[in-house]
């Protein structure tokens, strides 16, 4: 018994030297590692905290970190506050939570395959997701600042070089060195973008090859946009175009787009409507996107009608438009006669291209045939309603100001940003309304770029996202600017993405109780007026959105938050754990919607794992 004992007490003895041991290898790597700067902050690459089960099928997190994520603003939150967020598995460096197909397969979603409903977005219950911070990619850098984005960004950035040789013989992008070079080429504009917008220019016979026609054209809906070459080389035909591409096998194609300073989202012409109003949009665009669009009688080619404003073209690329062998000669007979249902005529062919025109009132849907299909959408039909909102295979007919105006009604571009458009109607918004909100917003940008002018440069500056747009004045003030802003208007709120489209600009409809669709490290500047007072009141987590709002942020980037008070006292308790430091916090002035509100000003740390420093060491 004495033998054995000793045995038990030297193990012992063993197990507590191992922990003393560990304990100071801990202090050393804490401490060495915090000792290389500012500028890089060290953090284990392996660590992933859970809330509830594990999202990779694990345990429970019963750690001593473990605390309620459903805190209010205003609530003395004390010791549960946690000192800092554990960083992601390295593998999430990419993580999109609601179009993450690891989850999908984990939760055994029963989707259709074959009309891309898997691609759709598809969100983690509360109990599977991630609570920890997304780590940067080994070897990250701050981004390349625009114009110079445009034409090449960090490989580590984005480390995927998979389409530079499966797309090499089409210039879409070139490996060099520690860089990656888009030359500006694509499926069917190999010689570049440039080139192909004025051919498309000169076959609609607008002045000087310019596709924005004097500015009758400037929203533009590019589907299936590749590392969107096309929307890059419209910006200086001061046309913006959403640049729109599902995560599919060409995986990081919207992640290059937006790497690049190119306005960008990730959706997919499936089952749901896309995110845009009806008439957002001048021209839409597919370069062989790949899409069948005789599939569910025309349902896809009719959310394109949707979409387009009156008179809004089509330009499509692909061989069923030139090709003679007998599958692309079927497929163009029947695409012709389908878009000859949906009153569409060829305003021009040339070459690999076919741009088709929709009418520019309701009188050839009247004239139709009785029983002709496409039918025409109910009556009862809202072709503003997107948020969830299955496609229907149906012609959205014009409302009675298109039909009397034959046409939108817009002024051209840039006059339109600051002309009241007729849609602000819906809204019982007066012209006046609409002048003293832009003026508004005006004053209070130039106020943010004043706080902001001692941490930042000019080209500081590129993506910028608006969470709660209104009518879109915050994007209106920064048209001098050399940026551009993705408006994201409220699901449940009044639906004025419409305006903001009508008045020159993009955006989408979100609900900031759920992830955004886009890349980790997105956006230079998030501006987010009462976004946190609002989702509380959904009974949404507030630590959450400022989780996601660290995701979609590029290390080095700003959030500007307008809130009341207690929101701010909320956040700043989680700046150390979001490692998130304070730039400046200042009276909401005279002009607040709510007295007492507070403008405060953040901006995310660089930091990095400890694979990421010795990667760029």
């Known amino acids: 018994m004495r033998g054995r004992s000793d045995g038990g007490q030297k193990k012992r ?27 890089a902050l060290e953090y284990g690459s392996r660590s992933l905290r ?31 506050v946690p000192k800092t967020f554990p960083v992601c598995d390295d593998r999430h460096s990419e993580l999109i939570p609601c179009l993450d197909r690891h989850m999908i397969y984990q939760m055994r979603l029963k989707l259709d395959l074959s009309v891309m409903e898997h691609y759709e977005r598809h969100c983690p219950p509360p109990e599977r997701r991630y609570n920890c911070l997304i780590p940067p990619p080994p070897g990250y850098k701050v981004p390349i600042k625009w114009p110079q984005s445009r034409d090449e960004v960090w490989k580590a950035n984005i480390p995927h070089t998979h389409l530079a040789h499966e797309k090499s013989d089409q210039n879409w992008m070139v490996v060099k060195g520690e860089k990656i070079v888009f030359p500006g080429g694509g499926t069917h504009f190999h010689y570049g973008a440039d080139k192909y917008i004025a051919s498309i220019a000169n076959m609609l016979n ?133 878009v000859g249902r949906m009153c569409w005529r ?12 929709k009418p520019l009132t309701n009188d050839c849907y009247m004239e139709r045939e009785p029983g002709t299909k496409p039918p025409l959408c109910r009556s009862d039909d809202d072709p503003d309603a997107v948020w969830g909102v299955r496609m229907e295979a149906c012609i959205t007919p014009y409302s009675d100001h298109d039909q009397k105006a034959k046409g939108s009604g817009l002024a051209p571009w840039p006059a339109r940003l600051t002309s009241p458009p007729p849609r602000l109607a819906d809204f019982d918004y007066s012209s006046d309304m609409f002048e003293k909100d832009t003026e508004t917003w005006r004053h209070r940008v130039e106020n943010y770029w004043d706080l902001l002018s001692p941490k930042t440069d000019a080209d ?41 489209y009508d008045r020159g600009m993009i955006g989408t409809t979100h609900n900031w109780c759920e992830a955004f ?101």
């Not at 345990?59 to 010791?79: H, L």
């Not at 596709?211 to 910006?235: K, P």
């Not at 989780?547 to 700046?575: A, C, H, T």
Request: with cysteine; net charge negative; proline share 3%.
């Open 460 to 500: 500081t500056f590129r993506n910028l996202m608006d969470m709660k747009a209104n009518i879109g004045s915050f994007a209106a003030a920064l048209r001098s600017k050399n940026v551009w802003v993705m408006n994201v208007v409220p699901e449940d709120g009044p639906n004025t993405l419409k305006v903001i």
């Open 517 to 617: 669709s886009t890349y980790p490290r997105t956006y230079d500047l998030l501006h987010a007026w009462t976004v946190f007072s609002d989702i509380e009141r959904k009974g949404c987590s507030g630590e959450d959105l400022l989780l996601e709002m660290d995701r979609i942020l590029r290390p080095s980037g700003f959030v500007i938050i307008r809130d009341k008070q207690l929101v701010i006292d909320f956040i700043k308790k989680y700046l150390s754990a979001l490692h998130w430091e304070a730039v400046a916090t200042a009276d909401a002035g005279s002009d607040s919607d709510n007295e007492g509100d507070v403008v405060f000003i953040v901006r995310k740390k660089l930091w990095l794992t400890s694979e990421s420093l010795r990667e760029s060491e």
């Open 346 to 357: 060829i305003a021009a062919k040339r070459n690999q291209t076919v741009i088709w025109q």
């Open 13 to 39: 003895l063993i197990a507590s030297l191992c922990v003393v041991v560990i304990f100071l290898c801990f202090l050393y790597v804490y401490y060495g590692s915090s000792s290389r700067g500012a500028a």
């Open 50 to 80: 859970k809330l509830g089960s594990s999202y990779l099928g694990g345990d429970d997190d019963t750690d001593g970190n473990q605390y309620d994520s459903s805190i209010k603003f205003g609530q003395d939150v004390g010791d549960v």
């Open 206 to 338: 607008f002045s000087h090859n310019n596709l924005n026609n004097e500015g009758r054209i400037r929203t533009v809906l590019d589907v299936g946009c590749g590392v969107a070459s096309f929307g890059a080389y419209l910006l200086s035909s001061d046309i913006i175009a959403m640049s729109l591409a599902p995560n599919d096998v060409h995986q990081n194609q919207i992640q290059f787009a937006l790497e690049r300073g190119i306005p960008a989202y990730l959706g997919v012409l499936g089952t749901k409507r896309l995110p845009y109003p009806s008439r957002s949009f001048e021209l839409a665009h597919c370069s062989r996107c790949r899409i069948d669009w005789l599939q569910r009688d025309g349902i896809l080619l009719l959310e394109l009608d949707r979409l387009l404003r009156p008179g809004g073209y089509f330009a499509y690329s692909s061989p069923e438009a030139y090709a003679q062998d007998e599958e692309d000669l079927r497929i163009w007979r029947e695409m012709s006669a389908l």
